[in-house]
């Protein structure tokens, strides 16, 4: 059986489900096996596979103590009806290159792919105790996350869910998309700050311990959280890659064995890990492409082996990767130290205690051996949106345009097909999509997205179209020190 320990130590060894429910170890590291890529996909059997056997295929490998029946069922449950394309992640052919849009799922956005599978995950593992125990997730979100959380949690046996937005902060949409989410068991609140008041507010939450021993037993629930720190949120991530594979075998834009290079727009890394952990898996990578925004700590870190977090923050308009700690590189660092714990731990603390670290030569070149890395800045992506639409008539959103101007600077090797991973739709940004084609963007962010869509011929998601007249359910807004009572009550109803 695989056995996951953290990135800092190895004194833990917790089967795949014992290392989902608990999230991060208790050094503040991120779960890891050492036994990834011991186990081999079987790529010469990928063409003609749809998404679900992938995803077992995959799955299966990573999460070896759920037995078939619960992987199936968590699968089938996540990849189905609620996605409006059939093969889950779509390839779409633009121009020379390829496109995998992964924003076919019920929020329209690529963190669907994990986050309608972790609570299913969640549900299969077990309490420590035997008193009906629950979950309550808590997150804080600055936009995207909490909704895709919301949807995948609602109405998830054992689990609420408590999402708080900074008040103001987050376009009408994504507000919209909170407030009118359906289930019984979410609660949505926002807050009197900005994200990172409502951010370092729940992780005060999460190290209160006499408040966690109040919910237990009172209400006999548990705190957790759904940040991609979570191995349960990693891993559903890496079936796409393989599933992109399997769509180029079967147009035969590729032979078995034949390498594929992935563009992938990444803030905290959890994007293109999941990149990495394919290639471990037998998936014929060339390079795996890091596209950052002007935030572009990981592009300095690549180029240099200094990770310096010390530096302006930048609200642009590919909100979902400004990030200036990226969690998920801790894993990397780990695999690509030769599964080293005490430089994780050495370099981490280095960052705790000075905001940055350098990693020794050696590391970096073979780091950079697997990884090539660009950024955009915002006039760069209104740029390439405008560039995209006019020559292949796709229209690209925000982050997706930060990978597709990386691709354009990059030399091209005509034998070596490349995607680009596509993360968003264009309608959740409708706003800055118009502006950059040229169309009016004065109206309402609905305004907007009918104009994109008469001047595109692309459809609007009905779920974006709906919130119009959707029924607003959560109007509460608390400040910063009521979250913790939010919580209380939030729990109490579960
Ligand atoms: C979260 C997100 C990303 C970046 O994902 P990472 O997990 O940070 O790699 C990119 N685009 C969109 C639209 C996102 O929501």
């Known amino acids: ?45 990928l063409a003609g596979k749809s998404y679900q056997q992938i995803a077992y295929e995959v799955l299966s490998l990573l999460l070896d103590d ?27 052919q633009v121009g020379d290159d ?70 103001g902060k987050v376009s009408r949409v994504q507000e919209l998309q909170m407030t009118t989410q359906q289930g019984a068991n979410v609660h949505v609140s926002a807050v009197e700050g900005n994200f990172d008041d409502a951010q370092s507010q729940v992780k005060r939450i999460f190290g209160d311990t006499q408040f966690a021993e109040q919910l237990k037993s009172d209400e006999h629930v548990v705190l957790s959280s759904a940040n991609s720190i979570n191995v349960g949120r990693l ?29 992938v727009p990444t803030g905290n890394f959890g994007n293109i890990l999941a990149g990495y952990y394919a290639k471990r898996m037998g998936l014929p990578v060339r390079d795996l492409v890091v596209a950052s925004d002007k935030n572009n700590v990981l592009f300095d870190f690549l180029v240099s082996g200094t990770y310096n977090k010390q530096r302006p923050f930048f609200e642009t308009i590919s909100p979902s990767m400004d990030i200036l ?34 990693v020794p030569e050696q590391l970096l070149a073979r780091i950079r051996h697997v990884f090539n890395t660009g950024w955009a800045d915002e006039d760069q992506v209104r740029e390439m949106i405008g560039q995209c639409w006019n020559d292949h008539h796709y229209v690209i959103d925000p982050h997706t345009a930060c990978g597709y101007y990386v691709m354009q600077q990059m030399p091209r090797d005509t034998q070596v097909p490349r995607v680009l991973l596509a993360t968003a739709s264009p309608y959740k940004f409708p706003r800055v999509v118009n502006e950059s084609l040229g169309l009016d963007a004065t109206g309402t962010d609905f305004e907007c997205m009918d104009e994109l869509s008469r001047a595109t011929g692309t459809t609007i998601p009905a779920m974006l179209r709906n919130l119009e007249t959707a029924d607003v359910r959560f109007r509460d807004v608390v400040p910063v020190d009521g979250m913790q009572r939010f919580v209380a009550e939030s729990a109490a109803e579960l």
């Not at 796409?240 to 834009?253: G, K, M, N, P």
């Not at 700690?325 to 050495?346: F, G, Q």
């Open 1 to 45: 059986m695989n056995t996951f320990h953290s990135t800092r130590s190895v004194t833990d060894s917790l089967t795949a489900k014992q290392a989902i429910r608990k999230g991060i170890a208790d050094d503040g590291g991120l779960f890891v096996t050492d036994a990834l890529g011991q186990a081999k996909v079987d790529v010469a059997s």
């Open 66 to 92: 759920f037995d078939e029946q619960e992987l199936r069922a968590c699968i089938d449950g996540a990849y189905g009806k609620q996605w409006s394309d059939e093969r889950i992640t779509p390839l779409k």
């Open 98 to 167: 390829y496109i995998l849009e992964l924003f076919n799922g019920p929020t329209c956005a690529f963190k669907d792919v994990a986050l309608q599978i972790l609570p299913r995950f969640m549900a299969c593992t077990s309490p420590t105790t035997g008193d009906g125990e629950k979950i309550m997730i808590v997150t804080a979100t600055s936009g995207d996350t909490g909704k895709a959380a919301l949807a995948g949690f609602a109405d998830v046996p054992g689990t609420g869910i408590t999402v708080f937005y900074p008040q």
């Open 235 to 263: 891993v559903p991530q890496v079936v796409y890659y393989f599933a992109a594979y399997a769509q180029l075998l079967e147009s035969q834009a590729i032979n078995v064995g034949d390498e594929v290079e992935f563009i």
């Open 325 to 358: 700690v990226s969690s998920n590189l801790e894993r990397m660092l780990y695999y690509l130290a030769e599964n080293d714990p005490n430089l994780v731990a050495d370099v981490m603390n280095d960052l705790n205690e000075w905001g940055a670290y350098q």
